[in-house]
């Protein structure tokens, strides 16, 4: 049965306070300070206690209200359903755990494989973005929207780095950004990356290999801001990790050249 308006008003409403509640939790441990690492899932790959508080905090709120919405989140995996909630409890571990302010709470909610609603909630700049499909996109209740940048020798770029694709593409990556006069930036966390698009302060947001959890509502943000993406599919690759695309569309065309030359380099 398809959603209702009232359903979707209602879930966006309570994701955006338990976006607020999960970032209160990551604060009180990121201000205790100190050496919050616990495990390294992989090379340079951390995840902490809080993280793994944070994302008990979302899955079990999510349960209790809307016990028949799948739930996806990095830390727990979980099941993709009709609707399914996408998270990323703290995007930007790394950061988080060495005591560095760029990171996020990253909640969307997915409807058939579409992404209806998305927070990117920055608790450090106590800065909440937000965006319903067809509603347009905020940052505190502001309305918010991508940057007028017409010419790629002024855009500022984040372009993350991912161990899982090959360390010379990112280099040859960054070569032609700065060859091409970008401000070249990586703040390692994609969700706030691609919220930075959206607001205007950046231009474009490109990552070799992410999952759902770190881009979908990042991804929503951004369309809702005037931005162009690449799609992500819930379903099928983006369950395995995609390369992101995210641009003020004066831009566009240029960014694109500059990121597909990669492709075209290494085809045979
Ligand atoms: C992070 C991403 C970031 C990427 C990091 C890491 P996590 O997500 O937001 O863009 O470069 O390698 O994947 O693991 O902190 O949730």
Redesign the pocket.
């Known amino acids: 049965m398809p959603l209702s308006e009232i359903d979707l008003t209602r879930r966006f409403d309570f994701a955006v306070a338990l976006a607020r509640q999960a970032g209160a939790v990551a604060m009180h441990h990121f201000r205790k300070g100190g050496d919050l690492r616990t495990v390294e899932k992989g090379p ?2 951390l995840v902490t206690i809080a993280d793994h508080e944070v994302d008990c905090l979302i899955r079990h709120s999510i349960a209790e209200h809307y016990p028949d919405d799948g739930i996806l989140t ?1 830390e727990s995996g979980g099941m993709i359903a009709a609707r399914t909630w996408v998270v ?1 409890p ?7 755990a060495r005591g560095i302010a760029s ?1 996020a709470i990253s909640i969307a909610f997915s409807v058939g494989g579409t992404t209806e609603i998305g927070i990117v909630y920055d608790p450090v700049a106590d800065e909440m973005f937000t965006a319903r499909r067809g509603h347009g996109a905020f940052c505190n209740g502001a309305p918010m929207h991508v940057s007028a940048t017409q010419d790629i020798r002024r855009a500022a770029v984040e372009a ?4 899982k694709a090959p360390l010379a593409d990112y280099l040859a990556l960054l070569d032609r950004l700065l060859d091409a006069g970008c401000e070249f930036m ?1 703040f ?6 691609l919220a930075q698009v959206a607001s205007g302060r950046i231009d474009a947001y490109v ?1 070799a290999h ?2 759902a ?2 881009v979908l509502a990042g991804l929503l943000l951004v369309e809702e801001a005037g931005g162009r993406t690449t799609g992500f599919p819930l379903i099928g690759d983006g369950q395995y990790g995609l390369a992101v695309f995210a641009s003020t569309p004066g831009i566009e065309t240029p960014l694109r050249a500059i990121v597909d030359a990669q492709r075209k380099t290494r085809q045979p």
Do not use: C, K, P, V
Not at 90 to 96: E, K, L, S, V
Not at 160 to 163: A, V
Not at 188 to 193: M, V
């Open positions: 340079q790959d990095e990323d703290i995007d930007g571990t790394g950061n988080f990171f993350g780095y991912s161990r990586q390692g966390s994609a969700a706030r990356g990552e992410l999952f959890w770190d």
